[in-house]
Structures are given as C-alpha cells and as structure tokens.
C-alpha cells in the first residue's frame, strides 16, 4: 500500500516561492511504472493538475499550462520523496495542495498525501 | 484543454436511493475517463478509471459508463457514507483535467 506523506509550510508571502514536500512509502520515486504528481484545489478553479514527475530510465516531467512559468517538480532518490516549488506566488495560487501517484500510462490518481492548505498573504 | 461539464451541481436523495450522475466531455475523451469521491477535509479518493473499472477496495454498489463524451456515475442503493462530492477526471488530452463536481446531499 503506498502511502504519501505531505510536509511544507502554510504560509507564503506574495512574490515568494510555495515549496512542499511529498515522502514515500510502500514504493520507489524511481518506479519505472508509476508517476509523482501535484494537484491543487480551490473554490475558484476548482481541481486543477499542476504537473508530473516520472523516471523511465533519465527523469521527465510535465507542467500545466497555467503554471509552467512558474512550477518546478523534482524526484529526491536520496529520500524517496519529490517536491514542489512554485515561484512567483499570488493570492490566486491560495489553495489545498495534494500530492498524488499513478500509473504513467494511466494518468488516473490511485493514492494521494492528505493536502496541505497553503495561504498566499502577507 | 478538455472541458468536463458535470450534472447537476447538487443531487439529494435519500438512502437506499439510486444516484446518477453526469459528466460530459467538450471533446471526445474515448474511454479515458474516472471517477473520484471526496468527504469534506479527505483527499479525493479514486472509484472508476477508464470509464467503467472499479478501483481497487470499491463496493459493488459503484458503476461507471459511457465513452466518447458522455459519462455516467451511478450508485445502486445509496448508502450514509456515499454523500459526498464527485468529480471526473480525463487523461485523453494534457493537460489533465477534471470535473466541477456534483454534491450528493441527503434529502
């Protein structure tokens, strides 16, 4: 059973960056079958995607449009976890961060850490 | 990007009732569709990938349909833990994208 544990503050300044954090258990950020991901939640955009990560012999990503200037997701072997950082932040980007995994042909979200509320104010 | 378009927004019924719900692709989305429940304060959980499967641990009572741009969730015979929200996602087209949700709400 893979579990994901979630870890980053709740607080960030407008114009600094969001980090969070996301450990693994019950599997290998290296999986060769599976793919790490960022979504968040809000009331005004709803559930929306914010990218990928996933190995298959080198590290790939892939980042939505709404954030690609912005986004960086990165595997940490070392600790088995992958991260999130969001640069640039605004009010806008207030919302419930989840990290989630799945197949990396499915696209489809099996487990999901258990969201991390993260204000943007000063 | 895939719009998907869910329906109703709010669904109330009592237990023991059949829920359905909707969701409807602005494109085709073949049959790269699942479906997600979510209690308040919980992550979402996964119940129906590639339209009709069900995840793994999910009661009989959780049906999924449908292919193209049309989707169905149904729930036979609700019971008090299914009210809830759900939300259906597509993985056809990057970027991935997902549903404005539909609330069951005990009537």
């Known amino acids: 059973q893979v579990q994901l544990q979630q870890s980053g503050p709740g607080l960030v300044k407008p114009s600094q960056t969001l980090s969070l954090t996301c450990a693994i258990s019950g599997d290998s950020v290296s999986s060769n079958s599976v793919a790490w991901h960022w979504i968040r939640q809000s009331p005004s955009r709803g559930l929306e995607w914010l990218g990928r990560?996933?190995?298959?012999?080198?590290?790939?990503?892939d980042y939505g449009l709404s954030v690609k200037s912005r986004i960086t997701i990165n595997p940490d072997t070392s600790e088995n976890q992958f991260s999130l950082r969001l640069k640039s932040v605004t009010p806008e980007d207030t919302a419930v961060y989840y990290c989630a995994s799945g197949g990396v042909g499915t696209n489809f979200f099996h487990y999901w850490g258990q969201g991390t509320l993260v204000t943007v104010s000063s | 990007e895939i719009v998907l378009t869910q329906s109703p927004a709010t669904l109330s019924l009592s237990p023991g009732e059949r829920a359905t719900l909707s969701c409807r692709a602005s494109?085709?989305?073949?049959?790269?569709l699942a479906w997600y429940q979510q209690k308040f304060g919980q992550a979402p959980r996964l119940l129906i990938y590639d339209a009709s499967n069900r995840a793994t641990g999910i009661p009989a009572r959780f049906s999924g349909s449908g292919s193209g741009t049309d989707f169905t969730l149904t729930i036979s015979s609700l019971e008090p833990e299914d009210f809830a929200l759900y939300y259906c996602?597509?993985?056809?087209?990057?970027?991935?994208?997902f549903g404005g949700g539909t609330k069951v709400e005990i009537k």
């Open positions: 494109q085709s989305v073949s049959s790269s």
């Open positions: 990560t996933y190995y298959r012999s080198e590290w790939f990503n």
């Open positions: 996602q597509q993985r056809s087209n990057w970027p991935l994208t």
